[in-house]
């Protein structure tokens, strides 16, 4: 077989879809295809990356790595559907253009783009806000707010009318929470914990903030305002997302190289590992505790017996 002659088929296999009869004419075409393989491949390898990265620290201190991995491998998953022109469907758009590369009845959008993000932005927030060592009920209702961000922005791309400007701003607000939570509120406990984890908090977030201010960008001229081509949308969100994972990835775990997970309040024990013995030992409310063990009020006891831990 020539592999010199072989070409990027994608298109002709598995486009054309039929939506009420009609087809999606304002679609990626054979370069859009290529660029979501390419950026395929990059969140592949990363994957590959960051798990065996995973080998070099014990069991117990990998979270970060497994949460990094999981990011691109299933940001690789989504990519490989979207450059197969697969996970789609065809939406009028709300604006028909004169341009012809976004002149048509129907404009491509991938649905599998959103699905991806609903699983990939909470575990890249839960990489920020577990760095931050926030409590959890914090961090599970700003994981709800960022699932809301995505959903609404997922609604507004498949309505065709006005209405979908309506649900892109939902997102817009929900995604300002997020932002607030990131910069602020996060900031504040990274810097509580210690200057090494602040640094590479403040270098992870801010990194992530900026970019997740672009979407909304990428959306109005795609999805949205019918602005760009099919094959463009591609290339601007291809970048954000390696910018956004790949890259976020690795800095967050160069930045978690000499940090111990204990610190951040994960306190992960393998089964092989003996369980942390505290030192401090307080008085029961009935007083029956071992001989000379300091009660809470600072008093010392002094009755005898076997002293539990």
């Given at each position: ?146 699932e809301i ?48 984890v602040s ?80 030192n401090t ?29």
């Open positions: 077989m020539d592999l010199t002659k072989r070409t990027n088929d994608a298109i002709n296999a598995n486009g054309n879809h039929f939506v009420n009869g009609a087809t999606s004419d304002i679609a990626i075409t054979t370069h859009g295809s290529d660029w979501y393989f390419a950026v395929c491949a990059v969140m592949f390898v990363s994957t590959l990356a960051f798990a065996g990265l995973s080998f070099t620290k014990p069991r117990s201190h990998r979270v970060f790595h497994y949460i990094t991995a999981s990011i691109t491998m299933v940001a690789a998953i989504a990519y490989f559907t979207m450059g197969a022109d697969l996970g789609e469907t065809g939406i009028k758009p709300e604006f028909i253009r004169t341009n012809p590369k976004v002149s048509g009845n129907l404009r491509e959008i991938f649905y599998v783009r959103y699905i991806d993000w609903v699983i990939t932005t909470p575990l890249l927030l839960l990489d920020l806000l577990l760095t931050a060592g926030l409590p959890w009920p914090t961090i599970f209702y700003t994981l709800l707010i960022d961000m995505i959903i609404t922005g997922l609604i507004g791309a498949l309505v065709s009318s006005s209405y979908k400007w309506g649900y892109f701003t939902f997102g817009c607000v929900a995604f300002l929470w997020v932002a607030w939570t990131v910069t602020w509120t996060a900031r504040k406990h990274a810097a509580a914990i210690g200057p090494d640094k590479v908090y403040l270098i992870c977030g801010v990194w992530t903030i900026f970019l997740w201010f672009l979407y909304p960008i990428a959306w109005g001229l795609s999805e949205g305002g019918n602005v760009i081509a099919p094959d463009s949308e591609a290339v601007f969100y291809g970048i954000l997302d390696i910018m956004a994972k790949p890259v976020f990835g690795a800095l967050l775990l160069w930045g978690h190289k000499d940090i111990e997970p204990a610190r951040l309040g994960l306190n992960i024990r393998d089964y092989d590992e003996a369980p942390l013995i505290s030992r307080e008085k029961p409310l009935n007083g029956h505790n071992g001989a000379g063990v300091t009660g809470t009020d600072g008093n010392t006891a002094t009755t005898t017996g076997a002293s539990t831990v």
